[in-house]
């Protein structure tokens, strides 16, 4: 096995790829086509908060950077819901101490990653330095060097793409018909927008929650950032009456926005202006397979198998994925082995999150303001504490169980769902419910659970 290789893409997830494989003795070298954002305070309007769970923070405790960003984070414990009628809702994400997610930047992570893989790691990173073309039969990338305008040949030693979901290294793979590949698009997209802080970086709505004002068709949301402010986005349809395409003028802007959302309108200062200058992000999913070239290239992350952000685990994922590519290095005396096996066992987990991350979508904008499906939720945490080995929350399964494959959590869920929409049909609050009833169906249905901790040989 050469123990030389190529890291295509300097984000988050290439970042952490890189360190990992430094702790294993490689030689890493990372081409990123954008400059050092180190020194930088990122663009903005261009990317959602990251959402931080068990997944990820097991990744970054396992390359030992965890502490590094530790400062960056902003816990959030549950959904606050804030309703049209300006009525509020604060529905937990878990019922443990632990069980909350964190809110980063993805600027502030991608610096500190990156400053760990350099200054601690001392891998080799080529800042503006962009792949244009591959040539998988020789073996070699095509990297331009956008400061000099030069572009250059490079082995490929081999190349590990983790260059996000509009992937070039995708895109040559499927134009030399060595894999095929999706691009799902979803009929909605979104725009970043911005509630500064307070005065002396005070948070002017709750700062342990992320806000979802859900509206059916489309909804808001804002996540808290260490400095006070909040990153708000808006999930819109891109075509059609109530459009991106429709709000064309500032005048249309202000009155969508002060309508539809208006207990944090008078928050947004400068969200029409926003409005007009932020790009409309694109929201899709990306299949792929396989995700490999013989021994030469390999997919990983977004570029293999983007998601949409419904769940918050968009990077999490991919962390996951890091630690899993390591695992099956260890397992590989060469590198074919190594993409093959990586493929196998996680195609059927990154599968299984793009399915539960699209229905989250439709919870997360219209059902979480439904009486029956917050009986459902109180009832499934009322279920775990009652039987903690076999009945655990689909999305705590998700967020706060890294030991279960995303395949488990998917299969487990789609049981349980069937069980609590069973034993609430005729339910109004939790004491209506027939506990024995849900006892011998959990004892038939669900088997305790046995963890399958990512590197094993099989997850799925």
């Known amino acids: ?43 903005s309007g261009r990317s959602i908060n990251l959402a931080l769970a068990d997944r990820g923070i097991h990744a970054l405790k396992l390359a030992g950077v965890f502490d590094d960003i530790a400062d960056a984070l902003v816990a959030m414990r549950g959904r606050l819901v804030h309703s049209q009628d300006g009525s509020e809702s604060l529905h937990l994400y878990g019922q443990r101490p632990s069980e909350v997610i964190y809110s980063i930047s993805r600027h502030r992570l991608t610096q500190a990653l990156l400053r760990v893989a350099i200054e601690q790691h001392g891998v080799q990173v080529k800042f503006e330095h962009r792949m244009e073309g591959a040539d998988f039969d020789g073996g070699t990338l095509q990297i331009r060097d956008v400061r000099l305008d030069r572009l250059s040949s490079v082995p490929m030693n081999p190349a590990l793409a983790t260059d996000g ?98 207990q944090v309108y008078e928050l947004m200062p400068d969200c029409v202006a926003e409005f007009q200058d932020h ?10 397979s396989p995700w490999h070239v013989r021994d030469r290239a390999v997919l990983m992350g977004d570029s293999a198998h983007a998601i949409v952000p419904f769940h918050g685990q968009g990077m999490n994922c991919c962390f996951e994925d890091c630690m899993e590519f390591a695992a099956c290095v260890e397992r590989h005396a060469n590198w074919e082995s190594v993409f093959t096996d990586f493929h196998a066992s996680r195609k059927p987990n990154t599968d299984a999150i793009a399915a539960m991350s699209l229905e989250n979508y439709l919870e997360m904008r219209e059902r979480v303001v439904d009486p029956k499906f917050r009986l459902q939720q109180m009832l499934a945490l009322e279920l775990e504490r009652r039987h903690p080995l076999r009945f655990i929350p689909r999305y705590s399964m998700v ?16 049981i349980q769902t069937r069980l609590l929409s069973d034993l609430t049909a005729d339910a109004a609050t939790l004491a209506d419910i027939d ?25 799925s």
């Open 1 to 43: 096995m050469n123990r030389s290789l190529n890291i295509v893409g300097g984000g988050p997830t290439g970042a952490l790829l890189a360190i990992l494989l430094r702790r294993l003795g490689l030689e890493v070298t990372v081409y990123e086509g954008r400059a050092d954002p180190r020194g930088s305070r990122g663009d």
């Open 165 to 262: 979901a509009g992937s070039m290294m995708r895109r040559c793979m499927s134009a030399a018909g060595l894999t095929e590949s999706i691009e799902a698009d979803l009929e909605h997209g979104y725009k970043e927008l911005s509630i500064p802080a307070g005065p002396r970086e005070s948070y002017r709505l709750a700062s342990d929650a992320l806000h979802i004002w859900p509206r059916g068709n489309f909804m808001l949301i804002a996540l808290p950032n260490a400095d006070g402010s909040f990153t708000a986005t808006l999930f819109l349809a891109k075509r059609g009456p109530v459009s991106f395409e429709a709000l064309d003028s500032p005048a249309a802007i202000a009155g969508f926005l002060s309508a539809h959302f208006a």
């Open 279 to 288: 790009p409309t992000g694109f929201l899709g999913t990306v299949y792929a």
């Open 399 to 414: 967020m706060f169980h890294h030991e279960i494959p995303y395949r488990i959590a998917q299969r487990r869920g789609m």
């Open 435 to 459: 506990y024995a009833s849900a006892e011998r169906r959990i004892h038939s249905e669900l088997p305790p659970i046995v963890p399958a901790p990512i590197g094993a040989a099989s997850s």
